[in-house]
RNA sequence: GCAGCCAUAGCUCAAUUGGAUAGAGCAUCGGACUACGAAUCCGAAGGUUAGAGGUUCGAUUCCUCUUGGCUGCGCCA
């Protein structure tokens, strides 16, 4: 079978299928443009459909398609000839007020507003807003957040943070089974470290303060004093031992560090709005550890190699990242490294959800690890006579986020705190709602404040390609003004103001019409949402929800400049423009929540 | 040395993954409020998409090379 007729099968099926309750505007045209390519005579040729896509500019109509150009060779006719059989077929259709042929081939679609406004009607009364549930029946594990026990958490843990949890709502509101997993740092050599330092120089009343803080100086502590002193090392190896080796003073120890720095990624977390469905630490998988290498032993694949156990990637492996290279999976000492906790991971998640996929969002840095972790795990698997495709490995990594001077560090102490970086954030948010709105009470300015603050931070990350490097800049990620997430709280607010001074009691948008250009834009605009949502969230990329709410929230201003809703020229069209601020705040909050940002009826 | 990522307006970034005349924000200049919220809107100016080849109807996007930058590469995570 080809890929155009899976293609169009897996179209039909979709529109047959109940669970999909409303298909977006683009998957309703590009079935009927399967259709129309049927009744023209021109399937069967193994060419993609293309879905049909938005125009680039208003002028060349609403949708276009451009399979003419790609069918015209196998045809072996001319382009526009072949553009003029799909258009003769498509123009009988109920959605389409006309076609036309332009440049070399393309498919100009101009469709008809009143069935526009029908579907967005139904894409507004639809629960899930529209989005299209493509990850229907599967499961996806998404491993994000991740910062180790005993340290505060800093702006490097911010991206993985918000744009981990942009993915998992965005997965979510796919329908997508999601288990949300913080995989954090609670085992390893730092605790013999922190072990030592606690028991020499721990400040009961610091702690008492600031107990993270604390752990962290003296965690920065026993690096100091250990670079003049090579015993301490061997003393925080020995405290290591016993600990892993169940020594009850220092477990207590331990569990008592993992519940403090808990309790303070708790906080971020609550403020954030970010909840997992489990916090399955690195000390979770110890017990699996040792039978993890003696499991990749015996089936040949690792090695002893200079006293410790490796994998070697051979110089012709299907993963040219990994050709040559070795991943350490037991030290010389014994111990174990996060390469195998991260087996480990694979193999009980599998065992335990038998999720479709694992998603793990970390540093670009990481890349050749999970690189060499997954093409172990595969030859592993293999190995076993076991599927190594039963689950789909995604590093879906972002770039470094780095300060000005150079790369962040804990033991440098160059580090900005993330509560920091919130509390200025809702610092700068209060300047301006001080100034913007003084006429609201103290409580709900502070409120205001809070949300948009924090919106601002959580945007300024997530509207950027996730994969480009980011230069901290405070000025920068707290911007209030242009493309940024208090104009887009902005612009809903605005919808809600007029909805509370038009007394419309309960807002819907089956009025829903249009009478001037810049409302024909907007419908259009808001019609894209779930195709937006699907593409960001295939692609890992909520800067493209970003891109989108933007250019929506714009549409939306330009129309409320120009037309007057409560005072319009008549009944009728008083009731359609309050449907469309009624879909426009829809489809602005539904944007924004899946972003993790609050939407503000009043700002 | 090997591998990965990147180079687009003065600055920060987009470009529906190969589509039509490369778009926004900020900054600059010029306009629009006795107000359905100006945290807004309209306009101007700003480009050889690092460079050179190639693939094809069509390239910012794919391939090769060059230049320049970031990152990673056996016992940290």
């Known amino acids: 079978m080809g890929e155009a007729q899976r293609r169009l099968l897996g179209y039909r099926s979709a529109l047959l299928e109940p669970p999909m309750a409303v298909p977006s505007v683009s998957t309703l045209l590009t079935a009927r443009l399967v259709e129309a390519v049927r009744v023209a005579g021109l399937d069967g040729y193994d060419i993609a459909v293309e879905r049909l896509a938005p125009t680039s500019k208003a002028g060349f109509g609403d949708y276009q398609s451009n399979h003419a150009m790609r069918l015209a060779k196998a045809v072996g006719q001319p382009p526009r000839v072949v553009a003029e059989r799909i258009k003769q077929a498509l123009e009988a259709d109920e959605a389409i007020a006309r076609v036309e042929v332009a440049g070399p081939g393309f498919l100009n679609l101009h469709l008809k507003d009143e069935w526009l406004c029908q579907r967005l009607a139904l894409q507004c009364e639809d629960p899930a807003g529209g989005v299209e549930d493509s990850g229907q029946g599967r499961t996806v594990v998404i491993d994000y957040s991740s910062p180790n026990v005993a340290k505060r958490m800093h702006i490097g843990h911010m991206r993985s943070t918000i744009i981990g949890n942009a993915l998992h709502r965005l997965y979510q509101a796919s329908g997508w089974t999601v288990l949300a997993d913080n995989h954090i740092g609670d085992w390893g050599t730092q605790f013999g470290m922190l072990i030592v330092a606690w028991r020499r120089w721990l400040d009961p009343v610091a702690f008492e303060a600031d107990p993270v803080g604390e752990l962290e100086r003296l965690y920065v502590a026993f690096r100091e004093a250990a670079s003049g002193d090579a015993g301490l090392e061997d003393l925080a190896r020995q405290e290591t031992a016993r600990l892993q080796a169940g020594d009850p003073d220092n477990q207590t120890l331990w569990k008592r560090f993992v519940a403090i720095s808990m309790a303070e990624f708790q906080g971020v977390y609550d403020r954030l709005g970010v909840q997992f469905d489990m916090t399955l630490g690195e000390s979770f998988y110890n017990p699996e550890l040792p039978g993890v290498v003696e499991s990749l032993l015996g089936s040949g694949l690792a090695e002893e190699s200079e006293g410790a156990v490796v994998v070697r990637f051979a110089e012709d492996a299907a993963e040219k990242s990994v050709r040559g290279r070795t991943l ?276």
């Open 328 to 603: 350490v999976i037991r030290k010389q000492d014994g111990a174990f490294l996060y390469g195998t906790t991260d087996l480990a991971t694979i193999e009980h998640r599998l065992a335990s959800w038998a999720p479709a996929r694992a998603v793990y969002v970390t540093d670009g840095r990481q890349q050749l690890h999970f690189q060499q972790v997954f093409a172990a795990w595969k030859a592993w698997r293999q190995a076993r006579g076991l599927d190594p495709q039963a689950i789909e490995l995604v590093h879906t990594w972002f770039g470094t986020l780095k300060l000005p001077e150079g790369m962040m560090s804990t033991r440098k102490g160059n580090v900005i705190r993330l509560v920091e970086l919130l509390d200025e954030a809702v610092r700068r948010a209060r300047a301006v709602v001080d100034e913007k709105s003084p006429s609201l009470d103290e409580a709900e300015r502070a409120s205001i404040a809070e949300a948009v603050g924090l919106a601002a931070v959580r945007y300024s990350d997530l509207s950027q390609n996730p994969q480009s490097d980011v230069i901290f800049d405070w000025d920068r990620m707290l911007a209030m003004d242009g493309n940024t997430a208090p104009f887009l709280l902005y612009s809903y607010a605005r919808c809600r103001a007029l909805q509370r001074k038009g007394e419309v009691q309960q807002p819907g948008v089956q009025a829903l019409a249009v009478s001037h250009p810049l409302e024909a834009a907007l419908v259009r605009q808001l019609l894209r949402l779930p195709d937006v949502v699907a593409a960001a969230t295939e692609g890992h990329r909520p800067n493209l929800l970003c891109d989108y709410l933007f250019d929506t929230a714009q549409a939306f201003n330009r129309f409320y400049y120009e037309q007057k809703v409560l005072q319009a020229e008549s009944e009728a069209l008083r009731a359609s423009r309050l449907a469309l601020v009624e879909a426009s705040a829809r489809v602005m909050g539904r944007g924004m929540e899946l972003l993790g940002l609050r939407p503000l009826g009043r700002m």
